[in-house]
């Protein structure tokens, strides 16, 4: 069986994080393994308070995981400070996964802040570099860039800046535009687009994650990263327009709806 390892928060509520990542490796039949970075006292509607875990726990956890397993995927999501991060890419640095998917949070759904400000310049040295994909939202991808997006020229702009950084190749989700849901892929030489209709729905909680995670099981799966981000853009569309009507709030995807439809195999 193939594995993926998720460097993240954990969502108490279950749709974010590492719950959300999990679930994802789990229906694309992918062994998923976790370094909690942070716990987050989190639902649909609030973040409540987040307790950060100290850098040699996390390095700890990820040489557990390195030393005893292969990992044919990393998916990297919440690093909450510089000095996480700068924990997390001496491991990475050292153990040198094939593929590495990059969630650049930055803010949970209701805007409380994952990722602090002065980490920004060290999420460009230390972290970008080690991205097989990155994959920012477009407030994410401005803040990195240091530009508005406003159209599709500007997307493309941001991601060559964004490239320039070391990120082998860049995913902007176009979600936060408004039209059909228009995500942008560039590999360093050519841009590819991927389209959805714009599904409506409050229902939203962990989508960046579950997306990030899909890229990641699929290429640790052995799909090459065109086919990967499609099939993750196709997964990602099914479960939000299925999502799941749970909490007061922001509710989660449906993370195994196609499962839930057929149930199991006998």
Request: aromatic content about 6%; glycine content about 8%.
């Amino acid at each position: 069986m193939r594995t993926a390892l998720s460097i993240a928060g954990s969502d108490c509520g279950g749709g974010a994080g590492i719950q959300a990542d999990i679930k994802t490796f789990a229906a694309h039949g992918v062994y998923g393994m976790s370094v909690i970075v942070s716990v987050v006292a989190e639902n649909t509607s609030r973040v409540i308070s987040v307790e950060n875990i100290s850098p040699d726990i996390v390095k700890d956890q990820i040489d557990a995981v390195f030393e005893d397993i292969e990992v044919d995927a990393v998916k990297i999501g919440m690093l909450p400070s510089s000095e996480c991060m700068r924990a997390v890419a001496e491991r990475l640095r050292e153990y040198r996964p094939r593929y590495t998917v990059i969630d650049t949070v930055m803010s949970a759904k209701d805007g409380h802040a994952l990722m602090k400000a002065e980490a920004l310049e060290t999420l460009k040295t230390e972290i970008i570099p080690l991205a097989y994909v990155l994959t920012p939202n477009i407030p994410e991808a401005e803040v990195i860039a240091g530009m508005e997006i406003n159209d599709f020229s500007d997307t493309q702009r941001v991601a060559r800046i964004i490239h320039s950084l070391g990120a082998e190749n860049v995913m902007i989700k176009g979600g936060h535009l408004s039209g059909d849901a228009v995500d942008v892929l560039y590999d360093g030489s050519e841009f590819y687009t991927f389209a959805c209709e714009r599904i409506d729905t409050k229902n939203t909680h962990g989508t960046g994650c579950t997306f990030s995670s899909a890229i990641a099981a699929n290429l640790a799966n052995g799909m090459e990263l065109f086919e990967a981000v499609s099939n993750a853009k196709s997964y990602i569309t099914s479960a939000i327009r299925h999502s799941l009507e749970i909490g007061k709030g922001h509710g989660p995807t449906n993370h195994f709806y196609e499962l839930y439809l057929k149930g199991l195999e006998l």
